[in-house]
């Protein structure tokens, strides 16, 4: 039986409806964070959002939700499996049981300053973030939250000390937990959102965290000594699911490669500069800064790299990357 002229417009409107994103229908990607509206990340994933959707001609576009609404960690990561979103902006800990090797820079004190960091990741970020995607989750890049520094509510500065003090830890990051038992520590681990009510209770009474980060979310108001020695080097990213990533036009995959790849480097940019205005400003308001002697400081680091040791045999980390990271750092060292 010939089709009429009249079931021409029928029949394309069922073939565009069964395949979907093939032929241009739109897709917007879910994404929730736990930084708040009007912060760094938020206001350049939102310009980057309306980069996308320009660029893609309308076909990309990317919904946010800020401030830790669709819950913690977790319970985001969760809604990823499960389809209801399709991204979230996560710290390296919240991905390692995807991809263990992506708390690669997260090792107890890996590194002992920005530079080293900086020399580091210009080499080894690429294959950090070619392995996630094989597990499933398209990056775009690390952005810097910076280093993690113990304060407590009395002087902390040898690891006697900190075995003395109730340590938080993130209750979904295994990795900063054995962290802090190779110190022998025991931590107590809470949910980000309940940190400072474990402050203010005195359930906790010493933190690890980036001054920025302390501030934001005004842990800095129940602590009064920050230790100044980097313990754990703070990193977060927006992973995307790569399933959804790769239903959408090989084109528009390469304008939110291009779009977000420059806003989470912008990110990075500006979260340094945070960091240090963070630190200024904690001491500015009245945080007392502690130096660890040398015979204490070298303590700390004897039993980091004990501990980045015992996790690389553990497989926590891939042992060719952990090599490749101390041999990017033996050079790097050298020419300092």
Known sequence: MPISNRSIPFILLVVCALLGPAFGAAVTLKVAALSPEGSVWMKLLREGGERVAAQTEGRVAF?????????????VLRKMR????????????????????????????????????????????????????????????FAEVGFALAMARTPVTSVADARARKVWTPDNDPGSARALQAFGITPIPLPIVDVLGGLQTGLIDCIAAPPVGAIALQWHTRVSHVLNLPLLYIYGLLAIDKGRFDRL??????????VM?????????????????????????????????????????????????????????????????LEHLRVFRAGS
Do not use: C
């Open 249 to 258: 036009d090989t084109a528009d995959q390469a304008v939110v490669r291009k």
């Open 261 to 325: 790849g420059e806003m989470v480097a912008k990110v990075n940019a500006r979260s340094r500069r945070d960091h240090e205005q963070a630190s200024a400003a904690l001491a500015n308001q009245g945080l007392q800064w502690l130096q660890a002697s040398a015979d204490e400081a070298a303590e700390w680091r004897t039993l980091a790299d004990r501990a980045a040791a015992r996790l690389v045999q553990e497989g926590y980390v891939s042992a060719d990357l952990h090599n490749a990271m």
């Open 63 to 75: 919904k946010f939700y800020p401030g830790g609404v669709m819950g913690d960690d977790k319970a």
């Open 82 to 141: 499960v389809g209801q979103l399709q991204g979230a902006v996560v710290t390296s800990g919240a991905l390692v049981q995807v991809y263990p090797d992506i708390g690669l820079y997260n090792l107890p004190m890996a590194f002992r300053s920005s530079a080293e960091a900086d020399y580091v990741r210009k080499r080894l970020d690429g294959r950090l973030l070619a392995g996630l995607e094989g597990e499933g989750l398209v990056a775009f890049g």
